[in-house]
């Protein structure tokens, strides 16, 4: 691990000014038209222009709300638990239990109602030691801020500027999604996913070791995509190196992810074929899954073809 320095040059901001309070606004697609804003544009967003270092008080929690938030952990490997998230379970993040039984990592963050269900839940554990983000998009950053209470926030170095900045809005093609999604999308990003800018406290790179598993970089979809692999029985966490699910929710098997989404479509998949190479017998990916049986790799071949 590296101590980081701050990301905040890093980012290119728009920055207006709201009374008290300054704000960071980027469109989904940039581009300004000759006949005026274009329709992603209309769904821009706002959010703080900067992270907050200050740790934020402890989670709210309402059995209920947990309950609507995100499905009780499911084992899904040796020492590593699943909560399904969002109303129709499509979030997935991960507790991955610490040797000597001293609490767990949170790999990915899910979206941002999930914060109390991942509280609670790895309080069975022993409690947060950590909250590894796969890659720093709205999705996956989701309840990060709020975990902050409870421990550090880590990701790659080539995430920082995505975790404490625009989620990957700055990069994403949303006016080549079909209006229906680009709608559904864009108000889920908005409204239902998204926690805001999360300040990192500590860098991750390849090699480093989390919690028995090793950090392995899966770039492409985003800057700075890591996954967890563990050798000993061929586990991989892998965040969105793949989707499981189509722009719609619904289920699909291991595909690159969507064109609109990527930072580097060619790059991605290189990614998948990467892990395809360790020859996982178990994956788990960020939305949907897990990835298991006996064809696992060569749907990862596939899927990298």
Same mark, same amino acid.
């Given at each position: 691990?590296?101590?980081? /320095?701050? #990301? ?22 940039? %581009? ?5 804003? /274009? ?5 821009? @967003? ?25 499905? #009780? ?11 399904? $998230?969002?109303?129709?379970? &499509? @979030? ?8 000597? $039984? ?26 947060? &030691?950590? %909250? ?20 550090? %926030? ?13 989620? $990957? ?6 006016? *080549? ?23 990192? *406290?500590?860098? %991750? ?30 586990? #991989? ?6 989707? @499981?699910?189509? @722009?719609? $929710? ?8 969507? *064109?609109?989404?990527?930072?580097? &479509?060619? /790059? ?12 996982? #017998? ?16 060569? /749907? ?6």
């Amino acid at each position: 691990m590296q101590q980081r /320095q701050d #990301a905040g040059a890093r980012l290119r901001p728009s920055v207006e000014s709201h009374g008290k309070r300054r704000s960071t606004v980027l469109a989904f697609d940039g %581009v300004r038209g000759s006949g005026g804003w /274009q329709f992603g544009e209309a769904l821009a @967003m706002s959010f703080p222009s900067a992270p907050s270092v200050a740790r934020p008080a402890g989670v709210r929690s309402r059995p209920r709300l947990r309950r609507l938030s995100s499905a #009780a952990p499911e084992r899904v490997a040796d020492g590593v638990w699943l909560l399904r $998230g969002g109303l129709v379970r &499509t @979030m997935n993040v991960y507790l991955v239990e610490e040797p000597g $039984g001293s609490g767990v990592t949170v790999y990915d963050a899910g979206e941002k109602g999930m914060a109390a269900a991942i509280v609670v839940a790895a309080r069975g554990f022993g409690g947060i &030691t950590r %909250v590894v983000l796969g890659h720093g998009d709205t999705d996956h950053r989701g309840a990060a801020p709020a975990l902050r209470a409870y421990a550090d %926030v880590l990701c790659h170095p080539d995430a920082v500027a995505q975790a404490e900045g625009s989620g $990957g809005r700055d990069y994403w093609r949303m006016n *080549d999604l079909p209006l229906d999604v680009r709608l559904l999308h864009g108000f889920s990003h908005r409204f239902v996913w998204d926690g805001g800018p999360v300040h990192i *406290d500590d860098t %991750v790179e390849e090699g480093d070791a989390i919690a028995g598993f090793e950090v392995i970089d899966l770039p492409g979809h985003a800057p700075g995509l890591i996954g967890l692999w563990r050798a000993r029985d061929r586990v #991989a966490l892998v965040s969105d190196c793949f989707y @499981m699910t189509d @722009m719609h $929710g619904r289920r699909q098997p291991p595909a690159v992810p969507l *064109d609109a989404y990527n930072l580097d &479509t060619a /790059q991605a998949k290189r990614s998948i074929g990467k892990l395809a190479s360790l020859q996982p #017998a178990i994956v788990l990916p960020g939305h949907r899954g897990p990835l298991t049986g006996p064809d696992v790799v060569a /749907q990862l071949e596939a899927a990298a073809a």
